[in-house]
């Protein structure tokens, strides 16, 4: 996977990135937008921009940290841009869509997975968008404060309240069960 | 953008260090601890907690079966690689052949492809079908057709200037988007702010320039104002620079400010039908975008959450009395430690910057 990146990208390389990195870039994106569509949709936008861009952008270190990080941006801004016009619209189109394709919005129910699994994944998805951020930062990112902070535009301190809020939750829909 | 500064005022109380280690920090080191990533100094700060009582051990148990039963939130059925692939590549072709891919694409396209991949589901159901159908009639008057748009988007700390198809421009402030259409309609020029811009409008007495921004709609032929209106911000702002802005509530087109003109501000609280006129007396509001900063005898109350703001800092004054003292000062792209730097000196306090928080210490003032 080294590659010299001082060159520039050729499309053989682009192509192998593309196969190699897409289902963990998929589900990157997944964590954070729970849609596995939106998430399909945010991936091919991130290599379609590399490939357009290749040329002027520098890539600081591998590729495929490049790849993971303008998938996670692009996750977040999504999240935060679509937050008022589009949930509507979302909330609309899955209250039609799922007496049709089934449980499509319900991920768990095509793989095994525990009881005590499936009450956590609950209650992440139940955390306030800003406290599920950080966690999911957190968790799967393994992301330092300081950089969650970065990539969220506030301060260290914040992030930790809403860490310790969404560690409080999860710790009691454990006890709850 | 979001505010990371407390109001002006408002005395922050430093945390001591024992304080920093809070769950957070434990939940970090047990993270590390289980992916191997923990160092050996913070071993020994792990243990030593472990074994200070039983509630800590507790809370570690409850860490670890979070960790454990949380790595399936993520698990997808196994994605179709060449599927993508070979869409990815039909779109870039296609790109080339047009010579452009949009900069930026729209979210409502994303939900738009969405939709067409549904679309077969949905064709089953008639009554679907319809309420989507009515949804997208009842959308139509306001909102543009869906090819045409483009999207500006900033991250934090970031702003870029966007020139539009009649040659007006917008500087688009951080954590902004602002919508317009690739080339605008022959009766109006409407662009879809979230967040905070600076326009600059060029005349066209025929076209009027419209900017819709939360509930707020501004518009103007050809002049030059300022709008601030973020989705976790209470108010929308605007203040014009020059030329005269009419601003009004969408959906309560009667409630205008007609003939705003240069140095005054309309404010419109969300959630209250009313907007208000007042003369715009911060004249640092365009800092962000002209990069200088300017105090006239003001307090430290005052002016550090500005700086806080300009710097992305946040501000902890470890004694109130500091937020009394004043200061005059100019500055051109300064540095915060210039700014500072001279603020200290002139009030004879001292500040230090650590972890994103501006700490000011000293005697501070006692003057009214």
């Known amino acids: 996977v080294d590659i010299d990146h001082s060159q520039p990208l050729d499309e053989a390389y682009f192509e192998r990135l593309f196969r190699e990195q897409y289902h963990l870039l998929c589900r990157t994106a997944y964590r954070l937008l729970r849609d596995a569509d939106s998430s399909r949709d945010i991936v091919q936008d991130v290599f379609a921009r590399l490939w357009k861009n290749r040329h002027q952008i ?3 270190g591998p590729y495929a940290a490049y790849l993971y990080r303008a998938t996670i941006h692009q996750s977040l801004n999504y999240l935060k841009s679509s937050a008022r016009t589009l949930n509507r619209e979302r909330r609309y189109a899955e209250s039609t869509e799922r007496p049709l394709s089934g449980s499509r919005n319900t991920p768990d129910a095509h793989l095994e997975v525990s009881e005590l699994e499936q009450t956590l994944h609950r209650a992440i998805d139940l955390l306030s968008p800003a406290c599920r951020e950080v966690f999911i930062l957190s968790r799967f990112e393994e992301m330092p404060y300081k ?4 990539t969220l535009g506030v301060s260290v301190n914040t992030v930790e309240k809403h860490m310790v809020k969404a560690l409080a939750s999860l710790r ?6 | 953008m979001p505010i990371t500064v407390k109001p002006a005022g408002v005395v922050m109380v430093l945390k001591s260090p024992d304080m920093e280690r809070n769950e957070a920090f434990y939940w970090d080191l047990v993270q590390k601890q289980q992916s191997g990533r923990l160092a050996a100094e913070e071993e020994t700060i792990l243990n030593a907690w472990l074994n200070e009582n039983s509630g800590h051990r507790e809370l570690y148990d409850q860490f670890l079966s979070i960790l454990r039963n949380t790595g399936s939130y993520d698990r997808l059925p196994e994605q179709d690689v060449e599927a993508a692939w070979a869409e990815l590549e039909d ?8 010579k452009e891919i949009p900069e930026y694409r729209l979210d409502r396209y994303l939900l738009y492809r969405r939709l067409l991949r549904y679309a077969a589901a949905i064709i089953l159901v008639p009554t679907t079908l319809y309420l989507i159908y009515l949804n997208r009639q009842s959308r139509l008057p306001t909102e543009p057709s869906l ?4 999207v500006a988007r900033t991250g934090p700390a970031e702003n870029n200037l966007v020139i539009l198809s009649d040659g007006s421009q917008a500087w688009v402030n951080q954590n902004s988007s602002l919508m317009y259409a690739a080339a605008f309609e022959d009766d109006n020029r409407t662009v879809y702010l979230s967040g905070e811009a600076f326009f600059e409008v060029r005349k066209d007495p025929g076209r009027p320039f419209i900017v819709l921004c939360g509930d707020t709609r501004t518009e103007v032929t050809g002049t030059s104002f300022h709008l601030r209106g973020y989705d976790s911000e209470e108010r929308v702002i ?3 620079t020059s030329g005269s802005v009419s601003f009004s509530l969408i ?15 309309g404010e419109y609280l969300k959630g209250d039908p009313r907007l208000t006129r007042q003369l715009n007396d911060d004249p640092n509001f365009l800092a962000w975008h002209t990069r200088t900063l300017r105090f006239d005898n003001q307090t430290l109350g005052h002016i550090l959450p500005r700086l806080g703001e300009y710097f992305h800092l946040e501000i902890a004054l470890k004694n109130p009395d500091i937020a009394r003292c004043r200061f005059t000062g100019r500055f051109a792209q300064p540095t915060v430690d210039e700014v500072m730097e001279l603020i200290a000196r002139t009030t004879g306090l001292e500040y230090e910057i ?3 928080i501006l700490v000011v210490s000293g005697h501070g003032c006692n003057e009214p």
Do not use: F, G, H, Y
Not at chain 1, 147 to 150: D, F, K, R, S, V
Not at chain 2, 258 to 264: C, K, P, S, Y
């Open chain 1, 58 to 60: 520098t890539v600081r």
């Open chain 1, 147 to 150: 950089e969650i902070a970065q």
């Open chain 1, 172 to 177: 009691a829909a454990l006890k709850n069960r």
């Open chain 2, 91 to 98: 779109r870039l072709t296609a790109a080339e052949r047009r």
């Open chain 2, 147 to 150: 090819r045409e748009m483009q």
């Open chain 2, 238 to 240: 605007l203040n014009v």
């Open chain 2, 251 to 265: 959906n309560q087109p009667d409630i205008r400010l007609n003939a705003l003109v240069a140095d005054e501000r």
């Open chain 2, 354 to 356: 650590s972890e994103d």
